[in-house]
């Protein structure tokens, strides 16, 4: 069964830095592409990033494009997303997806259930 | 603002069959598939239906996916309570080089 566990939310400070992991089980990871989504309190969803099966190709929104980077560890089956100068508008809960289909960018097919980053100080 | 616009709301009742917008722009919904997504408060969002009519194994026949042009909509057959959820579309955007969601919409059933 495709498991996807986030982890590294929290209280970040204005200006400051977090990393999000996720963790992933019950597929070949390699063979995906995965993407970051977020959902600020009382919005609706937005996608921030994604990263090709081999991590060679990233995309970004314009909103995190130069503050937040995103990267993945294969041999760990390990997604991050790295989160600098973080602003008070990132405060929300984000969710590491999986791709429904191996090799493409279709859509996340599966989703974690989040991790709740909030900036404040 | 959202670049995929969806109507805020929509409401059924038991049974009635209801249908969610979403409309685009050339780059975006014009040039590529649409997604759907139902997502409940507190839970993981799901995918309903991908390359604009696809549906991914366990979810049900009732839902179905189109798309004309820039267009694109969801329809709910047979509608049920537990339908009542939030409803995105999202597709790929040349023009940013990336995916983007609509605003979302939220269904009722009354």
């Known amino acids: 069964e495709v498991q996807l566990v986030e982890s590294g939310g929290g209280l970040g400070q204005p200006g400051g830095s977090l990393r999000l992991s996720c963790a992933a089980s019950?597929?070949?990871?390699?063979?995906?592409?995965m993407s970051w989504v977020r959902q600020a309190p009382g919005k609706g969803l937005e996608w921030v990033s994604l990263?090709?099966?081999?991590?060679?190709?990233?995309f970004y929104a314009d909103s995190v494009k130069g503050r937040f980077t995103i990267s993945r560890d294969n041999s760990k089956s390990t997604l991050f997303l790295q989160m600098n100068s973080l602003r008070a508008e990132d405060t929300a809960v984000y969710y590491c997806a999986k791709e429904v289909l191996s090799g493409t960018y279709y859509g996340s097919g599966w989703w974690g259930q989040g991790s709740l980053v909030t900036v404040s100080s | 603002q959202s670049v995929l616009t969806q109507p805020p709301s929509a409401s059924g009742t038991p049974g009635q069959r209801v249908t969610i917008s979403c409309s685009g722009t050339?780059?975006?919904?014009?040039?590529?598939?649409v997604n759907w997504y139902q997502h409940l408060p507190g839970t993981a969002p799901k995918l309903l239906i991908y390359r604009s009519n696809q549906r991914p194994s366990g979810v049900p026949d009732r839902f179905s996916g189109s798309k004309s042009g820039t267009s694109a909509s969801l329809a709910i057959s047979g509608l049920q309570s537990e339908d009542e959820a939030d409803y995105y579309c999202?597709?790929?955007?040349?023009?940013?080089?990336?995916?983007?969601f609509g605003g979302g919409t939220k269904l009722t059933v009354l």
């Open positions: 990263i090709s099966g081999s991590g060679d190709s990233t």
């Open positions: 050339s780059s975006s919904i014009g040039s590529n598939t």
């Open positions: 019950g597929f070949t990871f390699s063979n995906y592409a």
């Open positions: 999202a597709a790929w955007d040349d023009s940013v080089n990336g995916r983007v």
